[in-house]
């Protein structure tokens, strides 16, 4: 796991679900880097309904934006959101991403 219990815990009470918490982690560790749902759904390894509810939420008080690209919805974060730097400054602070990797390689595939 990438947080600890207790840490997972404060987040999820904080940001309001474990799924939330580890979409923000993914997208913010990741800037300019969008994802395709499945896509993200394996990388945090939670379940596609939770993943696109949040994905909904977050998009819909502009944290994340997206666009299409060859039949596929791209999300990524919205760097020009108004709270943008203190949400990422928070997901900074544990040092880790959602499955435990280096941040400068996290989420990039490996060939």
Known sequence: ??????????YETLFGSKTRVKLLSLLLTNVG???????????INEQINSVRREL???KSIGLVKS?????????EANTKF???SEI???F????KTPTG?????????KS
């Open 1 to 10: 796991m990438w947080l600890d219990n207790e840490e997972l815990r404060m």
């Open 33 to 43: 880097r969008a994802f395709y749902v499945r896509e993200i759904t394996r990388t």
């Open 56 to 58: 909904l939420n977050l």
């Open 67 to 75: 666009h299409e690209k060859k039949g596929k919805i791209y999300y």
């Open 82 to 84: 108004e709270f943008y």
């Open 88 to 90: 990422k400054k928070i």
């Open 92 to 95: 900074e602070k544990t040092g």
């Open 101 to 109: 990797e280096d941040k400068t390689t996290f989420g990039i595939r």
